[in-house]
């Protein structure tokens, strides 16, 4: 079985900063991709940005590049951080991360395999 474990959402305020973090128990996503989203109140969900498995390639939404960064832990690959800087009132969501064997649909939803239950980030004005 496939989990994928958000953490590290909390309140915060505009301007503020908060890491994300995406583990994966058992480590079943070996050489997959993995993708944050996130999804705000009456909104569809939305990519926010992605990593191959070697980290090399990185890909951003255009409303969260230079503010946002994707990075893979190097002790294990299987764990992604989403390091949240100058965090705006808009930013507020549920963020998911979600795991993609392949790279067909690298900004879809549809594109990946397994998801996490979310984690709630809220920032005010």
């Known amino acids: 079985q496939v989990q994928l474990v958000e953490s590290g959402g909390d309140l915060v305020q505009a301007g503020g900063s908060l890491r994300l973090s995406c583990t994966n128990p058992?480590?079943?996503?070996?050489?997959?991709?993995t993708g944050w989203f996130r999804q705000a109140p009456g909104k569809e969900r939305e990519f926010v940005a992605r990593?191959?498995?070697?980290?090399?390639?990185?890909?951003y939404a255009d409303s969260v590049k230079g503010r946002f960064i994707i990075s893979r832990d190097n002790a294990n690959k299987t764990t992604v951080y989403l390091q949240m800087n100058s965090l705006k009132p808009e930013d507020t969501a549920v963020y998911y991360c979600?795991?993609?064997?392949?790279?067909?649909?690298?900004?879809?939803?549809?594109?990946?395999?397994?998801w996490g239950q979310g984690t709630q980030v809220t920032v005010s004005s």
């Open positions: 979600a795991a993609a064997r392949d790279a067909q649909q690298p900004l879809s939803a549809a594109g990946y395999n397994y």
């Open positions: 058992g480590r079943t996503v070996n050489g997959y991709a």
């Open positions: 990593i191959n498995w070697t980290g090399i390639r990185r890909l």
